[in-house]
């Protein structure tokens, strides 16, 4: 039995980012965001290829003072399935492993632009992105804290 999935990401980009650094931040507490997601899938007429969309957007908790007003990040992505791929493989893949390897993406995105201001680079939240899809209609917004990598020490 292989673990290699079938799923092909042919091709990644990035869509869109903003990061709004805060107007005043104090580094006495960890960052507390807000986490929104949005999903989108679709699905070619004449193959299973899918081209989905991921946007995540952080803002601060309520009375939170943090680093970054705000941080929104979309990407796409554009994914192949062998054309015999049993349904029950389709349905596990598709979109879980799509917004699992496009996070990963974004995750780095964001690190990497984040990473020279005070206080290092920003990691987004992992997220259960199983729980997350089947409450997105009940539950648009979920709270997560965004973890933190600690700033070089000059």
Not at 100 to 110: Q, T
Request: charged share 25%; with cysteine.
């Amino acid at each position: 039995m292989s673990v290699v999935s079938p799923l092909k990401a042919e091709r990644l980009w990035l869509e869109r980012i903003e990061v709004i650094l805060a107007q005043s931040y104090k580094d006495d507490k960890p960052d507390d965001y807000r986490v929104g997601l949005k999903v989108n899938v679709k699905k070619r007429k004449d193959a299973l290829a899918f081209r989905v969309r991921l946007s995540i957007e952080l803002t601060p908790e309520s009375g939170c003072h943090c680093r970054y007003e705000r941080i929104a990040i979309a990407t796409l992505g554009q994914f192949h399935l062998p054309d015999d791929t049993p349904e029950e493989t389709l349905r596990q893949l598709v979109p879980f492993n799509c917004v699992a390897i496009l996070h990963g993406f974004s995750r780095g995105i964001v690190a990497q632009l984040t990473g020279l201001n005070d206080g290092g680079a920003l990691l987004l939240p992992a997220i259960n992105y199983i729980d997350a899809l089947r409450i997105k209609k009940a539950k648009p917004r979920s709270s997560a804290k965004a973890q933190m990598l600690d700033a070089p020490k000059a």
